[in-house]
């Protein structure tokens, strides 16, 4: 109900099929412009080039109406940083900043500025960025730290704090902040670029309000809603009731080497689905700890891969959805846990398990294994430092932070092979381009290429994964948070497992999880698994058999073969 101006309620606009398409695409188009002003104002290659950045808008209530298609973990756990946002009473015209990730985060590099949207006074939704910084501080450049055993080791911590206070920023804030992280004028201008994407978000609103009126809008976000929980909850009910269960591993936590199990039981009931990571490790003393917010971004995920991807991406996708994960676990810690790799890694093998469950329960939606990890990357030294001036300034020229995720082997499908060299799972970032990365960074790409005949055998072949080899021209630190270097990407249906992924500096093989210093001069090499396949490798076709030569995807080896030459090296 709204008001009149008289204050009687009047009932809501009804909102007929066509406007509602309409309006539903104006509201993601909000959303995507938010985007791509972050992304063409901001300064650091990681968010100008990667896009390592995400931008939503959601109403009054915190309910997510409308996101653009960036980073599954970030649009995933946004919800929980409005849900701390509104807990601060937020007043037309506030800018909070947070990346805490017991209230609201994910992990610290990921900041998150929400800001409220105000139409004639009142606060009617908020708009929200969040972006992956370079650095924010902590013990190692670049905050991704391997050995961290508690999160005041991984940089700066934010509870949701006000930045803007009734349109009036609020310096102390902007002071603290640029004071406790590396590369601080690049920083600035990040942040500049999230309020701005923001403020963009305001003035399309008010557009919006404009052309269809106050009360439409505000129907709207309830009627887009509602279209998409109607859709996912036919979708859920298109698969059989029951329970499913599956289960693999993290190849340590960056303290200790030991296998780290993570389990999950998804309960299929009706129009309704269930998580529960029971089961899985306690928390962790390294950093592969990962928030609950972290592990519902990889259920949502992993559940829309399995109903229709063409459900409008918002709040109503996730109504249907519960996860739970016990108190003090490796999927639900407790503070102080270090975290960062969690995010990143621990929501991979999330999405791994519950796509293995799900499996059973939609054997023909479901792809072989995938790569299962980010293999990030970072390099930067301690160095330079600068006074948060203009960005670019002299002051900061020897001090630097890079930051990558590296592609892989998109697991094989049941009717197409998988595809080669690109993002999995809970990342959906390019990569850096060589030319940006050389401009940017005193580092030279030495290599970059698929790996040949690293995607699993079978019917259908999985994708083949990369190699990109980095020579560091300073003195550095060197910090790597990977995974599937001991357990290869499981192939499915009698498919082969796809090429384990390795690490190499200087050509000697390093853990998947290190922070190592290094002398100028110094090659990292990355070579990132392949996908499994899908299908009796014996079903593959002759004419398919001599693509892959052509491609440099035919093997000899099996993928257990490959798995032994692999733990060799």
């Not at 309409?22 to 993601?28: G, T």
């Amino acid at each position: 109900m709204t008001g009149d101006e008289s204050g009687a309620e009047t009932p809501d606009p009804e909102i007929d099929p066509v406007t509602l398409e309409v309006l539903r695409n104006q509201l993601e188009g909000v959303a995507e412009e938010m985007g791509t002003v972050l992304i063409r104002g901001a300064y650091s290659p990681n968010i100008t080039e990667r896009r390592d950045c995400s931008t939503a808008l959601f109403d009054a209530d915190g309910r997510m109406v409308a996101q653009a298609e960036h980073i599954p973990v970030h649009l995933g756990a946004m919800p929980e940083a409005v849900a701390a946002v509104r807990d601060r009473d937020p007043a037309p015209g506030d800018v909070f900043v947070l990346n805490d990730p017991f209230t609201g985060g994910t992990h610290l590099p990921d900041v998150t500025l929400v800001s409220s949207l105000a139409l004639d006074g009142d606060v009617v939704g908020f708009a929200v960025s969040r972006a992956h910084h370079a650095d924010v501080g902590g013990m190692t450049p670049g905050s991704m730290p391997a050995g961290a055993r508690e999160i005041y080791q991984e940089g700066l911590r934010i509870p949701p704090l006000r930045l803007v206070e009734c349109g009036d920023r609020v310096d102390d804030v902007f002071d603290l902040v640029f004071a406790n992280v590396r590369n601080p004028a690049e920083r600035r201008a990040d942040f500049e670029a999230q309020i701005a994407a923001n403020e963009r978000a305001g003035e399309r609103l008010r557009d919006l309000a404009d052309e269809h009126g106050r009360a439409r809008l505000e129907a709207a976000f309830d009627a887009v809603i509602g279209y998409s929980r109607e859709r996912t909850t036919a979708a859920l009910r298109d698969l059989p009731d029951g329970t499913y269960e599956a289960e693999d591993v993290l190849e340590g936590d960056g303290v200790t080497d030991a296998d780290i199990p993570i389990r999950a039981a998804v309960t299929v009931d009706g129009g309704s689905l269930a998580v529960d990571f029971a089961g899985s490790a306690d928390q962790v003393d390294g950093n592969c700890n990962a928030p609950l917010a972290v592990a519902k971004s990889a259920v949502y995920f992993a559940v829309r891969c399995v109903t229709d991807p063409e459900i409008p991406p918002n709040h109503g996708c996730y109504e249907p959805v519960s996860v739970s994960a016990p108190a003090g676990s490796i999927l639900n810690p407790e503070p102080p846990a270090a975290v960062v790799g969690g995010n990143v890694e621990t929501s991979q093998r999330a999405v791994d398990v519950v796509l293995a469950a799900l499996g059973e329960a939609a054997p023909d939606r479901v792809t072989a294994g995938s790569q299962g990890t980010m293999n990030n990357l970072t390099i930067g030294n301690r160095g330079g430092g600068g006074d948060g001036g203009d960005r670019g300034e002299s002051t900061e020229s020897a001090s630097f932070t890079y930051y990558e995720t590296i592609g892989g082997g998109f697991g094989a499908r049941p009717d197409a092979d998988g595809m080669d060299g690109v993002q999995v799972g809970m990342t959906n970032t390019l990569n850096t381009p060589v030319e940006a990365l050389e401009a940017a960074y005193p580092l030279r790409v030495e290599r970059y290429a698929f790996r040949p005949d690293s995607g699993g055998d079978g019917r259908h072949r999985g994708g083949l994964g990369l190699e990109r080899s980095v020579r560091v021209e300073t003195a550095a630190t060197v910090s790597l948070l990977t995974e599937r270097r001991r357990h290869a990407p499981a192939g499915r249906e009698g498919g082969e497992s796809g090429a384990l992924g390795e690490n190499l500096i200087d050509g000697e093989p390093v853990p998947a999880k290190a922070t190592v210093d290094v002398d100028s001069g110094t090659t990292v090499t990355i070579l990132t698994p392949g996908g499994g396949g899908y299908g009796d490798p014996a079903e593959r076709g002759p004419a398919a058999r001599e693509r892959d030569r052509a491609d440099g995807k035919a093997t000899g080896e099996s993928g257990e073969e490959r798995e032994r030459s692999a733990e060799g090296n």
